[in-house]
């Protein structure tokens, strides 16, 4: 059974950062595009950011474009997440999911595979 686990949330003020890892199983991590999404209680579950296989691509929603960056390493089957800058609207679980195909993609009907999820919180 294909496996993602996430690690690094917790509690953290405004204006600091946290970094995310996902540790994926190896038929859940080779060859397959990643992302980062988050969903609040009550509402859908949103993309936050995606890279490509190749980890050449990489895109990310607008409202957190230039303050987080995703990034993979394909040794250790993981893709984390550096959350700089955080607001508390950040506030969320984080999960990481892989993408059907080699290519990044914002649809979240697209992923095979989700992680259990992390609890960001971000404290004014």
């Known amino acids: 059974q294909e496996q993602l686990v996430e690690s690094g949330g917790g509690l953290v003020q405004a204006g600091g950062s946290l970094r995310l890892s996902c540790v994926a199983t190896?038929?859940?991590?080779?060859?397959?595009?990643m992302g980062w999404f988050r969903q609040e209680p009550g509402k859908d579950r949103e993309f936050v950011a995606a890279?490509?296989?190749?980890?050449?691509?990489?895109y990310y929603a607008d409202s957190v474009k230039n303050r987080f960056t995703i990034s993979k390493d394909n040794a250790k089957n993981t893709v984390y997440l550096r959350m700089d800058s955080l607001k508390p609207e950040d506030t969320a679980v984080y999960y990481c999911?892989?993408?059907?195909?080699?290519?990044?993609?914002?649809?979240?009907?697209?992923?095979?595979?989700w992680g259990q999820g992390t609890q960001v919180t971000v404290s004014l």
């Open positions: 890279i490509s296989w190749s980890g050449t691509d990489t």
């Open positions: 999911g892989t993408a059907s195909t080699i290519l990044l993609t914002t649809n979240q009907w697209e992923y095979l595979y």
């Open positions: 190896e038929r859940a991590f080779k060859h397959h595009a």
